[in-house]
C-alpha cells in the first residue's frame, strides 16, 4: 500500500516538533497580483539545514528501535546534511559515502555536520555500493532519501501545515524529484481536502519520474546538468513507494525549462527577497510561465536554499544555463 496514512504523517508531526522548524506561510502579493488568485509560498527553505529534507530523516531516525549502531546514506546533496544532523541530534553515529569527485568543501560540510565521511569509488554508485557494505557488514540502518516510509511520513507533515495554514487552498505546486516529498505532501493534504490539485514540478532536462510516469514504470533517463540539481538523479528501478503514490495522488506534471527555472529563482529574489536553490524555485518558475493556471488560492513550495552563492549571482545576473562543466 503505497500511499501513506494520514494517522502516521500526524504521529511523525507530533515525533519531530522538536527538531524541525515549523515554517510560516506567507502571503505573495505579487505573485498573487499577477497570476490573479492569491498565491502563498511555504517557508521550507528555511527549514534547519537548508531544506525540508530534515523533516524525512528526523522521523526515520526517531524511528529507529533502541540499541541502533548507526545510519548510512550516500548523498552530497540536502538528504546527507539532513541525515548527519537529525543523527547528531539524536546521539546516533552517521556515516556518508562519497565518491572521489565530490569537492572538498562538500566534504568539509558533512563533516561539520558531525558525520563521519567514507571516499569510496569514483562515482554516486560506487559510494552507494560501499554504502550497502557498510550496511550488511558494519549493521547500519540505510536511510534513504525517498524511497521509504519514514522519510515520506516526515515531507508529509508539510502537508498538514498547509492545509491548517490556509484551508481554502486548491492547490499545491511541489518540486518533484524521488517524489518523497510530493507522496507526503499529497497524502496529508488530500486526506485533509480531497479536491485539493496536487502538481509536481520538475526541470525538462532529465525528469525521472515524468519519464516513469509516461512508461508506466519506472524508468533511468541520462542524468544531465541542470539548475535545479536537487532534482537530478533516479527514482530507483526498484522503487517501492514513491512512484505508486505519485501515480495515484498527483494530478499533473508540468516540466521547465532551465530559462524558466532561472527566472523563479531571479524573481523569488528580487520580488520575495528570498534565497531559493533551482530546484525550490519551479512552483513560482511554473506560475510565472503561464505552465500552470492556477483558478483559486494555490501555494507554491519553496523546499531548500542550498545554493552555491557563486552560482546564485549570476542567475541574478541573467545567466539562464549551467555551463557545461562549470
Ligand atoms: C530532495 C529535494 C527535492 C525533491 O524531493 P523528492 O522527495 O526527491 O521528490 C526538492 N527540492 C529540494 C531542495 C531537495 O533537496
Redesign the pocket.
Known amino acids: 500500500m503505497p500511499v501513506v496514512p494520514l494517522a502516521d504523517i500526524q504521529r511523525a508531526a507530533e515525533r519531530i516538533r522538536s527538531s524541525v522548524v515549523r515554517t510560516p506561510l506567507e502571503a505573495s502579493a505579487s505573485l498573487s497580483r499577477l497570476v490573479s488568485v492569491p498565491v502563498h509560498l511555504k517557508m521550507e527553505h528555511r527549514q534547519r539545514t537548508g531544506?525540508?529534507?530534515l523533516r524525512g530523516a528526523a522521523n526515520a531516525v526517531l524511528s529507529l528501535p533502541p540499541g541502533t549502531r548507526g545510519v548510512v546514506a550516500a548523498s552530497t546533496?540536502?538528504?546527507g546534511r539532513a541525515l548527519a544532523h537529525a543523527a547528531r541530534e539524536a546521539g546516533l553515529a552517521c556515516t556518508i559515502c562519497l565518491s572521489h569527485l565530490v569537492p572538498a568543501n562538500k566534504v568539509a560540510a558533512v563533516e561539520a555536520l558531525g558525520a563521519r565521511v567514507h571516499v569510496h569509488g569514483a562515482s554516486q554508485d560506487d559510494a552507494q555500493r560501499e554504502a550497502d557494505r557498510l550496511e550488511r557488514d558494519e549493521g547500519l540502518v540505510a536511510v534513504p532519501?525517498?524511497d521509504h516510509a519514514a522519510i515520506v511520513a516526515g515531507?508529509g507533515t508539510i502537508g498538514l501545515e498547509i492545509v491548517e495554514d490556509l484551508p481554502d487552498v486548491t492547490a499545491v505546486l511541489v518540486?518533484?524529484?524521488?517524489?518523497?516529498?510530493?507522496a507526503g505532501v499529497a497524502a496529508a493534504v488530500k486526506a485533509l481536502a480531497p479536491d485539493v490539485r496536487i502538481v509536481g514540478v520538475s526541470m525538462e532536462r532529465g525528469a525521472a519520474m515524468a519519464a516513469s510516469l509516461r512508461a508506466g514504470h519506472p524508468v533511468e533517463v541520462a542524468e544531465l546538468t541542470t539548475l535545479a540539481d536537487?532534482?537530478g538523479g533516479g527514482i530507483g528501478l526498484a522503487n517501492r513507494w514513491t512512484f505508486d503514490a505519485v501515480r495515484e495522488l498527483v494530478d499533473e506534471v508540468v516540466l521547465l525549462t532551465e530559462a524558466e527555472i532561472s527566472a523563479g529563482v531571479r524573481y523569488i529574489y528580487q520580488e520575495e527577497h528570498e534565497v531559493v536553490?533551482g530546484?525550490?524555485a519551479v512552483g513560482v518558475s511554473a506560475l510565472l510561465s503561464g505552465r500552470f493556471r492556477p483558478r483559486g488560492a494555490t501555494v507554491a513550495l519553496l523546499?531548500?536554499r542550498n545554493i552555491d552563492p557563486a552560482l546564485h549571482l549570476r542567475i541574478l545576473n541573467g545567466a539562464d544555463a549551467l555551463e557545461v562543466g562549470a
Open positions: 531544506a525540508f529534507k546533496g540536502n538528504h532519501p525517498f515531507q518540486p518533484l524529484s524521488g517524489g518523497g516529498l510530493i536537487s532534482l536553490e530546484a525550490a523546499s531548500g
